[in-house]
């Protein structure tokens, strides 16, 4: 676990990302990674010297496995509240999810289902949401309820999720994992309007200065 700004952590679980974001009235979470890995977010918690308890909500960017995998488990700790998009709330609840690409039918084959858990909070628009300092944006693209959060502190701090993917520069999701590219694109195109420092993804290395400039050049 490594700390991006103050008070944002990001945890490595396999080859995705998840974060703890330490507030006045507890921690946050954004994204629960993978299946199976629920236990390492106790071993962060315990490294900023906090607990699964003093975990107060949980922010999903979409519903695939790899992001909703521990919700079940970290919700039953926690008694968290859990906030996703309406679109993709089905899927996170365990209704059968919306047609999959063929690189996803064939993960899928290999990667133990994430478990499903209530959505308490269901966005329908951007904007403020019942966790202060959060504002939400519908990203769809990656999936149709696919969200990205922006935190105010450190002159903005993005949790693009899977809308985009980080690295030597800012990337695009993976077409092949991506439900609709066009609205992927679309997606790319609002997010580079809006005014960030700090960009963290689902995938890829954090960029911790000048973030939204980065999607500006990716958005042409």
């Not at 700390?3 to 490595?12: A, H, K, P, Q």
């Not at 106790?42 to 975990?55: N, T, Y």
């Not at 504002?135 to 999720?161: I, K, N, W």
Request: aromatic content about 6%; overall charge neutral; charged content about 20%.
């Amino acid at each position: 676990m490594r700390e991006i700004v103050d008070g944002v952590f990001e945890i490595s679980l396999g080859y995705v990302h998840a974060h703890l974001v330490v507030t006045d009235s507890g921690v946050v979470l954004v994204d629960t990674g993978l299946p199976g890995r629920s236990a390492e977010f106790g071993k962060g918690l315990q490294e900023i010297r906090r607990k699964i308890g003093d975990v107060t909500a949980i922010l999903l960017t979409h519903w695939h496995p790899d992001h909703v995998g521990g919700l079940a488990e970290l919700r039953r700790r926690s008694g968290a509240t859990v906030v996703a998009h309406r679109l993709d709330a089905p899927s996170i609840e365990g209704a059968p999810p919306p047609a999959l690409t063929p690189l996803q039918r064939f993960i899928g084959r290999f990667m133990k289902p994430a478990e499903a858990a209530p959505v308490d909070e269901m966005l329908t628009a951007d904007g403020a949401i019942s966790v202060p300092g959060f504002t939400a944006v519908h990203t769809p693209g990656h999936t149709a309820g696919h969200v990205s959060y922006l935190l105010d502190r450190a002159g903005g701090v993005l949790f693009a999720g899977d809308a985009a993917a980080g690295g030597r520069t800012v990337r695009r999701s993976p077409g092949m994992m991506t439900q609709d590219r066009a609205e992927s694109d679309q997606s790319l195109r609002r997010l580079a309007a809006l005014d960030f420092e700090v960009v963290v993804f689902g995938h890829g290395k954090a960029v911790v200065e000048g973030a939204a400039d980065k999607f500006r050049a990716l958005a042409g």
